[in-house]
Nanobody
């Protein structure tokens, strides 16, 4: 019903930048909000950032002032600009799209996850 696809991961040296993109597609589905999570080897998945349909953003303390989430409404996508990357940012990054049937309203939202994109930061 809803397909979530991430892109933009890769390898970079500490201090560098990457931009991740997440596109959610689903016929007659509307976006409630979209989030980024990450999971490093041996660790639990953790929240990184989110943006709701009003454009309100949230960030984990560990990425605040370094990462910026934004909407690309033309592509129904969300971008995560990651600057000043650190080795501890190395993880698989996952996009979560909370979507609902437009005809039913946000009370009927469900979460859809992408397959993830790898970010590796070397020191």
């Amino acid at each position: 019903q809803v397909r979530v696809v991430e892109s933009g991961g890769g390898s970079v040296q500490a201090g560098g930048s990457l931009r991740l993109s997440c596109a959610a597609s689903g016929y007659s589905y509307c976006t409630y909000y979209m989030s980024w999570y990450r999971q490093a080897p041996g660790k639990e998945r953790e929240f990184v950032s989110s943006i709701d349909r009003a454009g309100t953003t949230k960030y984990a303390d560990s990425v605040k002032d370094r990462f910026t989430i934004s909407q690309d409404n033309a592509k129904n996508a969300v971008l995560l600009q990651m600057n000043s990357l650190k080795p501890e940012d190395t993880a698989m990054y996952y996009c979560k799209a909370d979507q609902y049937p437009c005809s039913a309203g946000p009370a009927y939202r469900s979460a859809y996850w992408g397959q993830g994109t790898q970010v590796t930061v070397s020191s």
